[in-house]
Nanobody
Framework: QVQVVESGGGLVQAGGSLRLSCAAS????????TGWFRQAPGKERAFVAA????????VYADSVKGRFTIARDNDKNTVYLQMNFLNPDDTAVYYC???????????????????WGQGTQVTVSS
């Protein structure tokens, strides 16, 4: 059973950058599609970005295109989310999600992913 843990969250000023990491705390998830989601207070969990298990195809939410970059290092069993030009609307708990159901492609819907981390808080001050 794969388990993942996120790290790299914190407090940053608007315009700043953070890099989130998603690493396996148990098992290997380098052969599974992986995504990032976020949930702000009072809002539903929202898709941010996803990457195929090979790393050769990525998908982004419109709200983060051009600012965020998802990448994976399968040798290190880690997926990253580089976040640049952060603004207060990016404030949320960020979750890493892995789909062990299928290795094909990626999806933007949370229900496609069956392994979730505990989340890491990102707070952007204005």
């Amino acid at each position: 059973q794969v388990q993942v843990v996120e790290s790299g969250g914190g407090l940053v000023q608007a315009g700043g950058s953070l890099r989130l990491s998603c690493a396996a705390s148990r098992g290997i998830f380098s052969t599974y599609p992986t995504g990032w989601f976020r949930q702000a207070p009072g809002k539903e969990r929202a898709f941010v970005a996803a990457v195929t298990w090979t790393g050769d195809s990525v998908v982004y939410a419109d709200s983060v295109k051009g600012r965020f970059t998802i990448a994976r290092d399968n040798d290190k069993n880690t997926v990253y989310l580089q976040m640049n030009f952060l603004n207060p609307d990016d404030t949320a708990v960020y979750y890493c999600a892995v789909s062990t159901k299928s290795r094909l492609g990626v999806r933007t819907t949370p229900t496609w992913y069956d392994v979730w981390g505990q989340g890491t808080q990102v707070t952007v001050s204005s």
